[in-house]
């Protein structure tokens, strides 16, 4: 069973940097065709994708934050990270951790979502 655990802090200031960590069980991120991403909700609007980083490493971001979006990885504890500054109160949203199927060409696995709130 894979599971998918995200955690950061819930709330934080405009343009300080937000940190998410995603904890993989069930699954080793490394493993060939998968592909582990961040997705984000924000309130009263469709999901969105921020960035995603494959089973070799590389990582892939949205365009429309790129430059203040990184994600990256540990292998020898499975997890996945995201981070992203400066914060806006339009970066508010729930944060989900998901496994792309690279066969499937969808999203297969889902974390339960993180919300995030930016805010002073």
């Known amino acids: 069973q894979v599971q998918l655990q995200e955690s950061g802090p819930g709330l934080v200031k405009p343009s300080q940097t937000l940190s998410l960590t995603c904890t993989v069980s069930g699954a080793s991120i490394t493993t060939n065709n998968y592909y582990w991403g961040w997705i984000r909700q924000p309130p009263g609007k469709a999901p969105e994708w921020v960035a995603y980083?494959?089973?070799?490493?590389?990582?892939n971001y949205n365009p429309s934050r790129k430059n203040q979006t990184s994600i990256s990885r540990n292998t020898s504890k499975n997890q996945v990270f995201l981070h992203m500054s400066p914060l806006t109160p339009e970066d508010t949203a729930v944060y989900y951790c998901?496994?792309?199927?690279?066969?499937?060409?969808?999203?297969?696995?889902w974390g339960q979502g993180t919300q995030v709130t930016v805010s002073s």
């Open positions: 998901a496994r792309y199927n690279g066969d499937y060409e969808a999203y297969d696995y």
């Open positions: 980083i494959g089973f070799a490493g590389t990582p």
